[in-house]
């Protein structure tokens, strides 16, 4: 079994930054891609950014690009996810998720496990 636990949400003013953690425990994560995903109220769940199993090639939704980047440490078996120039429309639950394989994909159905979220939210 594989469990992530993200932290680092909260409140945050417009132009603001947060900076998002997923720990990975259980069974290796290294061989696998790592993603981000948020889902707004009465929204449907939205990737956000995936970074491969190497962390040598990245994708990022529009709607974040130049303002996020994903980052993975192996060692530590953790992954990051910076959020700067924070607009109130970034405000979602943020989950963290592992892909069922190495390559970076933007399909949530490609992700087999998942943590709880952390709620972050962004004041206008």
């Known amino acids: 079994q594989v469990q992530l636990v993200e932290s680092g949400g909260g409140l945050v003013q417009a132009g603001g930054s947060l900076r998002l953690s997923c720990a990975a425990s259980?069974?290796?994560?290294?061989?696998?891609?790592m993603a981000w995903f948020r889902q707004a109220p009465g929204k449907e769940r939205e990737f956000v950014a995936v970074i491969n199993w190497s962390g040598s090639s990245t994708l990022y939704a529009d709607s974040v690009k130049g303002r996020v980047t994903i980052a993975r440490d192996t060692a530590k078996n953790t992954v990051t996810l910076q959020m700067n120039s924070l607009k109130p429309e970034d405000t979602a639950v943020y989950y963290c998720a592992r892909g069922r394989v190495g390559g970076p994909s933007r399909d949530y159905s490609l992700y087999d496990y998942w943590g709880q979220g952390t709620q972050v939210t962004v004041s206008s």
């Open positions: 259980g069974r290796a994560s290294s061989a696998y891609a």
